[in-house]
Every structure is written in structure tokens, then in C-alpha cells.
């Protein structure tokens, strides 16, 4: 299609009358040849301006050393130097997995707890409306109030209640917060607390997506409930599950703000994400060039974890179908 | 053509056109957020400035003649036996060449152990003095006199500064006069500490307009100052705020490569602190023990062993006989909470031999010392002072060892001067009129000699006092909206006035960094509710401090919060032990180096050099 919109005469009607198309064609003003990609413009600028660009400087700038505080001086290419950086790099290796395991232990925890929450508040239950809005009220909260008031004050060692009821059942204080690998779980915990309940949320509308008639003719052949949940009700929330599993593991790898709150990446730098040693990297050091290395690690990191996700759901659905 | 068509062209006119306004709005936005109105940044702007032979604060030390006015000359305790003897008095070379930092004038060593007074004109004193600050304990605020007739209605002022109370409480306290003279709002922006210089860096890197007015510490001058991102001080403001009145050292730290972009609005300088009732009005209680153990006799500690053993003494027994076990000692442990400054007390403390003011990095070679034994012993020393702290410690900055220590959780603290005015304050205090204070431990054997690349022995022992953070300036961005205003607003925060009310007021982070606030000192400071001995003391060990010729200033070169968040993250994972401290100060170094690297070598090298010229 290269014109714009078609003309008010039909050409076989122009055929017909022997007059040649060209001459009864009606004239497109330029706008109106150019108005849909005009109305594009907008959006697809701002996906340029704001993602496309940014994706392609920084892969740029991984390659340069450049100094914000000097810009008289500058940039200077240095080649792989900073990527070759990340193989000698002990701090790297450290919060690469930190940043793994943030996503190994704390989406498990969310997708199982909020798969358990989705099926009970699935049932006929009383209060089941008043439930569903109180489960999702923590992810409405801010992050930083949610690491302040559940990680640093509820968990506070010395001042702490959860310490406090330790020390009531004649349990040691633990050091929530400021000893490997307590500190890593507390903020495992805050972040379950606040984001299981967006798996609750996806799984839910799964479920009542499910057809009641299914799940009654399943009740008929099957023997117990977890049958029916086995080979039923789980694989028809396959691709739910495959949604919010795979938002949340993104979404982890980027963790940062609860980091900051909690433990600064302490004790030492058993808590520090990648994220957060970009930022440190980047915005306090101004090593722009590193920290977009960093970064870049990040985003091949999210799409292996996203690819291997789809793909071990992908063999499950054939499984399942099979 | 029908009604229909009609229509249909109507409503694509009216698509056509919306698009269009919309692309027109969109593409404007776009153009003027990409740069339209805002400068660019200072690249024109020297990153070192250009060579000066005429170093801002190059004068004599002045407290060579230390006045003995001061209120606590006579009842100063006995000078520690460790302290350096005395050294001839210091004088910075006249025609110190710099491209970097100002030369700072080294503390003189005459009258070492008096306090730093003396200085100031009479008749500033004396207005201080005529102040009422009595109230100001439990928030009752003097009405403050103004320098200028200025009006600035409707301007604002967009303040960035440390999260309070402390640096950040001034503005809100006292700020609100200023306004009402003025006519002028002030619109405080506030970071948390671990963030302050980065937001502000961020800030003023994008060179558009974000602030007018900032607060930085004196080890960022480079980056600040260097960069290029401050105005210089205008000669009618310096002529308003008596320029001459601040200590040498604190004077120096307002200028780089010979011009004035600060207004030094707090002094800065580590302290130690001990509850006296318990360690000397009570000691004989507690001698018998702490002589059997450590083989002699208790006593405020002179030396990092001594405060070792005196921490691990006083933990986990009821030494308060409140009923419950009480700690040792608490200093900030947390990554992000000011570690670096105390694992820098003790290693320059190891470091520092008399005559050699390069304690952080060779400066033929910039290459740094982190890896020599005084550094990593210094390291060592506080991975043991985990233990002697209360739970939780590896948590803690000091927002959280200042209210521990004033609950009376622990017998010694270490901290800047926020403790001695802070001890006073009503709200937080339970130890008022129970504090003592000395100058940062010692050393009473051996320091490391780098040209030696050996320990030395220090028969009479030696302090090394460090002045950490340097303090806290007021600079104008050359970005800045407001400049007449900002300027009017921070010579009214840093005037001699307002500087004493400031220091009295307990929560306001700042400490005396006039002659003049000195010398109203403990008088000024017992009528703002404080105890006369609590004063005295503190007073007297600032004085020490600062006198002290074996001192050692801040860090002051481009990069310097680079150079220190990399000690900091790995000090703190030495002391959480997931590395040694030999391995956390080899990574240091490594990381210094790469810094260094990215700076260019050789201009970090001049910068070092001029920021030690004059030391000793």
C-alpha cells in the first residue's frame, strides 16, 4: 500500500469508462499520504528517544572511558578493557549471584504462596471481596516505606518486635540484618511480603478463568482434590503462571530500592544487587563506561533468565498436552 | 458531496490536525528537555585550576600564639603522655605552587593541649556572648541579628542539604528569620548521608538548573570546586562574614587553586568520649578488675590498645548498675554510615610518622599505602571493636551510635562534636553532666614509615588526629537561579552570630569552627543548657585536636568520595569477616588505582601534592 486512503471511484469503475486512472485520481494533499505515520511519530520518537537510543549509547559508552566530572577531557576509547573488568572483578561475581539468588529464592516463595492465597480465595468463602483488596494493599505501598517500616524497624536487632518475641520465647537475637545470609533472607522476605501479592492477582484471574464446567467434570473422575488440582487446574494456569513468574523474575533482577533501605547492600556486600552496584558505579563514581557494562550484563542476564523460563514452560505445555 | 462525506471529512480534518498539534507539542517537550533552555555543562570550566602562587590560607598559623583567655586554658586535663611532643611552629610556604586545593595551614604545635583560643576580636565575643541561647536545649530559639537590609520577595531558595537534624536543622530552625527579613522562601532539599554527594554531584553535573544553594563536605573541593560547578565568593560577601575570624585550617578549606567558592559553615574533627562518672569519678569500682586483666591501670584510653581493652573491659557487664549489662563502646560500623572516616582514624594513627603528611597515597607515584601494615593493623583493630559493640553494630551509622551512646548503652563513643552538644539536648540525653572527652587515640610504640617501608619505634607514643569530613561549606552552583538571594541566605547561616548559635543549638550537626565561638566556648555553650565540665572538656580536646601539628586533614582531591566509598565497602565487608582485613584494604588499593586511572594519574598527583604542601 503506498497510497494513502482509496479514491472515491473505484478503478474498475475507471477501467469501464476508459478514462485512465491516473488523470480522475483524486490528488492526496501530503498530509493526508503522510497522516498515519504522522500519527505514529509521537510514540514511535519517544520509544527511540527514550529506549532505542539509550540501548544503543550505552552499549557504546561500555567501550569508552568517560569521566562527567572532567567532560572538557572528554571521552576516550578503551576497547573490551571494561568488559574484560568483569572477569577479574570479585565485587561483580559477588552481586551477579547475590542477583541470581534474589530471583531463585524469593519467586519461588512468591509464585507458591501466592498460588496457595489464589486458591483459597477462589473458593466460596465469606469475606472472599473484603480478602482479595486486603492482600493486594502492600504492593499499592511504597517500597521505601515498606523497607523502612518491615526491614529496618520491624527486624531492627536492638529495638526491633520480631527480636523483641524471640526474646519473650527465651529464643538468642538474630541478626536480621547486618550477618550473611540472615540479611539476604530478610530482604527476600520484605520483597515476598510486598509483590506475592501481584502473583495472587495473575493467578486469580487465571483461575476464574478457568470454566466451572471443567472443573466439575474433573471432580466426577477424579479421586482426591489434589488430583484435580495435579492434572487440571495446574496446567490450565500454565500460562498464567508462565506470565507472573516471568514479570517477577525480571522484575527481581532489577531489586535495588529495598537494598538501599534495608542493608545498603551490607554486611559488606553479601546483600548488593547489580542493579545497585550499576547505580553505585555509575551515579557516585561517575564510571559511566563500567556501569554501563554492568547494566548491559543485567539485561543479557534478564533475557537468558526470561528464554530459559519460556523455554521450561514450553516443554512442560507439550508435556501437559501430551 | 453527501452529509456522510461530509462528516467523515470533518472528523479526519479534526484527527489530521489533533496528530498534528500533538506531534508539534510532543517534538517541542522533546527539543527543550534534549537541552533548548538548559546551559551546558562547565566544560569550560578548569579541572584544575590554573596555578596560583598566592594559596588562599597560607598565612602562619595563627594559634601559634594561642591566647590564654580561653575559658578552659587553666582547667585543661593533663596533656596525654602519648601526644606528639612539640614541633616548631608550622608555616605553609608562601609561594606554594598549586593547580589544586588551597594550602591549608597545619595546626601549630605551641601551645599544644590549650585550647584553641585567643584569636577572635572582643567585640565579636561579646556579641555573641549577648545572645540569649538560654532554651535553646528545649527548642526556644534567640531572634538572630541580620548582616543585610536585602528584600528578595517572592525569590526562592532551593536549599540542597544533608537529611537533619544535623547540617539540615539550621535552615529549618533559624532559617524562617531570614525569611521574614527577607521576603524570600528557602525550599530545603534533603539526602540521606550515603547519598548527599552523589545527588549533588548528579545535580550540578547536568548543568541545569537544580539548586541555588548547596552543602558539601570539605573533601569534595575537587570535585565541587575543581569541577567547576561553584561560584567564586563575592568580596562583599567575604567582607560581611569575617573571614578572618575562622580557625586557619577551616579558612583554607574555602578556597581551591587560590580562589574562594565556599563559606565553611561547620568545622569538623573526630573526637572520643567516655562517661567520666564511670571511668574516673568511678574508677577505683572497676580498677581492680581492669588492672588484673590488662596490667594497668583504668583510665581514659590514650592508645587504640587501651580503648581495645577498655571497650572489652566494660562489655557485657552492668557497669551502670541500671540492672542490665551495658556495652563497650559503639562508632559507626555501617557501610554507607561514615565507616570509612573511623577506619581512617586508625589507619593514618598507624601510618603517620612525623615530617610525612602523605598518609593516603605516595605522592611521587600516587600510588596508595592501603597495603602496608599500618593501614591493614589499623583495619584489624577495629574488626575487634565488633565485639565490644552493642547487637546490631554492623548496622549502625551514626544517627544510630549518638542515641545509643546518649541513652547510656555504652561507656565510650567516638564521633564528631555532635556528641558534646547533643549531651544537653533535653529530648535525647541521659547523660548530661557525665561526659568526658579526649582527642582519637594513639599509638604508643610503633608507626609505619613508608620511606623506610618499616616500623618505626615512638618512644612517647604519637596521635594522628584526623579531621574528618573537614566540614561542612556552603557553595553557590554557577547554575543557581537565585544567586543574589543564596548568597545573602548563606552568609547569614555562616555569620559569627548565627555560626555560635548554630554550634549551641544540640541537634544541628555543627561544630565551632571560628575563633570567635571559641573563645564565647563554654560560657556560651552553659548557657545554652550545657554542663561546665562536659563543655570545658569537649572544648579542650577540640583544642588539642586541632593544635595537634601530627594532624591529619581530609583527603582533599578530585574523586575523593570515589577514593572513600571503595574503603568503605570494603572495610565493611571486613568487618562483617567476610574478607580479611589484609584482603579488603588489597582490594582498596586496587580500586584506588583504577580510580586514579580513570582521573589521569598525573593530575591527581598535582592535586595531591598541592593538597599536602605546608603539612607536616
Redesign the interface.
Known amino acids: 500500500m503506498t497510497q494513502g486512503r482509496p479514491s ?1 471511484v473505484g478503478s474498475a469503475d475507471l477501467v469501464a469508462t476508459g478514462v485512465r486512472p491516473a488523470a480522475q485520481h483524486v490528488r492526496l494533499s501530503w ?2 499520504r503522510n ?1 498515519r505515520r ?2 505514529l ?2 510514540a514511535v ?2 520509544v527511540l ?1 527514550l529506549s532505542i537510543f539509550p540501548l544503543f549509547a550505552s552499549l557504546a559508552i561500555s567501550f569508552l ?1 568517560w ?7 572528554g571521552f576516550k576509547w578503551v576497547g573490551l578493557l571494561n568488559w574484560g573488568r568483569l572477569i577479574s572483578d ?2 561483580f561475581h559477588k552481586v551477579f549471584v547475590n542477583t541470581l539468588l534474589y530471583v531463585v529464592i524469593g519467586v519461588p516463595l512468591q509464585y507458591v504462596i501466592g498460588l496457595v492465597l489464589a486458591l483459597v480465595l477462589h473458593q466460596e468463602i465469606r469475606g472472599r471481596r473484603f480478602f482479595r483488596v486486603l492482600f493486594l494493599v502492600p504492593m499499592m505501598l511504597s517500597p521505601v516505606a515498606v523497607a523502612y517500616v518491615l526491614g529496618r524497624m520491624t527486624f ?3 529495638q526491633g518486635p520480631v527480636n523483641d518475641l524471640l526474646w519473650y520465647l527465651h529464643i538468642p ?1 538474630v ?1 536480621w ?4 545470609p540472615t540479611a539476604f533472607f530478610t530482604i527476600a522476605i520484605v520483597d515476598s511480603w510486598q509483590w506475592t501479592p501481584f502473583m495472587l492477582l495473575l493467578l486469580l484471574a487465571g483461575l476464574q478463568g478457568i470454566p466451572a464446567e471443567v472443573i466439575e467434570a474433573a471432580k466426577l473422575d477424579a479421586q482426591t482434590r489434589w488430583q484435580v488440582f495435579r492434572f487440571i487446574i495446574f496446567p490450565l494456569l500454565l500460562p498464567w503462571t508462565v506470565s507472573a513468574i516471568l514479570l517477577r523474575s525480571v522484575e527481581m533482577l532489577k531489586i535495588m530500592d529495598l537494598i538501599v533501605v534495608i ?8 546483600t548488593e544487587s547489580l542493579t545497585f552496584y550499576a547505580y ?1 558505579t555509575g ?5 559511566l563506561g563500567y556501569a554501563s557494562t554492568i547494566s548491559y550484563t543485567l539485561l543479557i542476564l534478564a533475557v537468558a533468565v526470561a528464554t530459559i523460563l519460556l523455554l521450561l514452560v514450553r516443554q512442560a505445555v507439550n508435556r501437559a498436552n501430551a | 458531496m453527501n452529509d456522510n ?1 461530509q462528516r467523515v471529512i470533518r472528523r479526519r480534518d479534526f ?2 490536525w489533533a ?2 498539534a ?2 508539534s507539542v ?2 517541542t517537550s ?1 527539543l527543550t528537555a ?1 537541552g533548548g533552555g538548559a546551559p551546558a ?7 584544575a585550576p590554573a596555578p596560583t602562587s598566592a594559596p588562599a590560607a597560607a598565612a602562619p598559623t595563627a594559634a601559634a600564639a594561642a591566647a590564654t583567655r580561653a575559658p578552659a586554658a587553666t582547667t585543661a586535663p593533663a596533656a596525654a603522655p602519648t601526644t606528639a611532643p612539640a614541633a616548631a611552629a608550622t608555616k605553609a610556604p608562601a609561594a606554594a605552587a598549586t593547580t589544586g586545593p588551597a594550602v591549608v595551614t597545619t595546626p601549630s604545635a605551641a601551645g599544644q593541649g590549650a585550647p584553641v583560643a585567643g584569636k577572635a576580636d572582643p567585640k565579636l565575643v561579646e556579641q555573641i556572648l549577648k545572645i540569649n541561647v538560654k532554651g535553646i536545649d528545649a527548642g526556644t530559639l534567640p531572634k538572630l541579628p541580620m548582616l543585610t537590609n536585602n528584600k528578595f520577595e517572592g525569590k526562592e531558595v532551593i536549599v540542597a542539604t544533608l537529611a537533619g537534624p544535623p547540617i539540615s536543622s539550621p535552615f529549618q530552625k533559624l532559617g524562617p528569620q531570614w525569611e521574614q527579613a527577607t521576603g524570600a522562601k528557602i525550599n530545603l532539599i534533603t539526602f540521606p548521608f ?1 547519598q548527599v ?2 545527588k549533588l ?2 545535580g550540578l ?1 547536568t548543568g541545569s538548573y537544580a539548586f541555588d544553594l548547596i552543602t558539601f563536605s570539605a573533601g569534595w573541593a575537587g ?1 565541587f570546586m575543581g ?1 567547576g560547578f561553584l561560584e567564586e565568593v563575592p568580596a562583599d560577601i567575604k567582607a560581611l562574614i569575617n573571614n578572618d575570624d575562622y580557625y586557619p585550617i577551616f579558612k583554607g578549606y574555602q578556597s581551591w587553586g587560590g580562589k574562594q567558592y565556599g563559606l565553611m559553615y561547620d568545622g569538623d574533627a573526630h573526637q572520643f568520649y567516655y562517661r567520666r562518672d564511670i571511668m574516673e569519678d568511678n574508677a577505683s569500682k572497676f580498677n581492680g578488675d581492669f588492672k588484673a586483666k590488662y596490667g594497668y591501670d583504668l583510665k581514659p584510653p590514650d592508645t587504640w590498645q587501651e580503648y581495645l581493652d577498655t571497650a572489652e573491659f566494660f562489655n557485657g557487664i552492668d557497669w551502670s548498675g541500671a540492672g542490665r549489662n551495658g556495652y563497650g563502646t559503639c562508632e559507626p560500623m ?4 561514615g565507616l570509612m572516616y573511623f577506619v581512617i582514624d586508625r589507619g593514618v594513627s598507624y601510618s603517620k610518622v612525623k615530617g610525612d603528611p602523605a598518609v593516603f597515597f605516595d605522592p611521587e607515584t600516587m600510588k596508595p599505602r592501603l597495603t602496608e601494615p599500618g593501614w591493614i593493623k589499623g583495619l584489624e583493630d577495629m574488626v575487634k571493636q565488633v565485639d565490644t559493640s ?6 549502625f551509622g551514626f544517627p544510630e551510635t549518638r542515641p545509643i551512646f546518649m541513652s547510656g548503652q555504652t561507656v565510650m563513643n567516638r564521633d564528631w562534636g555532635d556528641t558534646f552538644t547533643l549531651v544537653y539536648d533535653k529530648k535525647l540525653s541521659q547523660i548530661k553532666g557525665k561526659l568526658g572527652s579526649r582527642p582519637t587515640p594513639g599509638v604508643d610504640k610503633q608507626v609505619y614509615d613508608r620511606t623506610k617501608q618499616a616500623w618505626v619505634d615512638v618512644p612517647k607514643g604519637t596521635r594522628a588526629p584526623y579531621l574528618a569530613f573537614g566540614g561542612w561549606l556552603i557553595g553557590i552552583p554557577t547554575t543557581a537561579k537565585n544567586k543574589d538571594a543564596a548568597w545573602d541566605l548563606a552568609a547569614f547561616m555562616v555569620s559569627p552570630i548565627t555560626h555560635a548559635v548554630n554550634v549551641a543549638l544540640p541537634d544541628s550537626g555543627i561544630q565551632p569552627a571560628r575563633y570567635s565561638t571559641i573563645d564565647a566556648g563554654v560560657q556560651f555553650l552553659v548557657q545554652a543548657g550545657g554542663d561546665e565540665q562536659d563543655s570545658k572538656r569537649s572544648l579542650d580536646a577540640l583544642g588539642e585536636t586541632l593544635q595537634n601539628p601530627n594532624a591529619v586533614l581530609e583527603l582533599r582531591i ?2 575523593q ?2 577514593y572513600y ?1 571503595a574503603l568503605d ?1 570494603e572495610s ?5 569477616k ?2 580479611s582485613p589484609e584482603e579488603a584494604m588489597k ?1 582498596v588499593a586496587q580500586q584506588w588505582e583504577q ?1 586514579t586511572e ?3 594519574r598525573d593530575k591527581q598527583k598535582e592535586a595531591y601534592k598541592a593538597s599536602i604542601v605546608g603539612l607536616q
Do not use: Y
Open positions: 472515491a498530509f493526508e497522516e504522522l500519527f511519530a509521537p520518537l519517544i528517544v572511558n569521566n562527567f566530572n572532567d567532560m572538557a577531557a570479585e565485587h531492627n536487632e536492638s537475637p541478626h540484618l547486618t550477618q550473611f542493608t545498603a547492600g551490607g554486611p559488606g556486600i553479601t553505585q551515579i557516585r563514581n561517575l564510571d | 462525506l484527527l489530521r496528530g498534528l500533538g506531534l510532543t517534538a522533546l534534549c555543562a562547565p566544560t569550560t570550566a578548569p579541572a550515603a554527594f552523589e554531584r548528579a553535573a570535585d569541577g555501617a557501610r554507607g554510615g552493642p547487637p546490631g553494630a554492623l548496622g578530585p574523586g568520595a570515589d566509598n565497602v565493611a565487608r571486613a568487618l562483617s567476610e574478607i582490594n580510580i580513570r582521573l589521569g
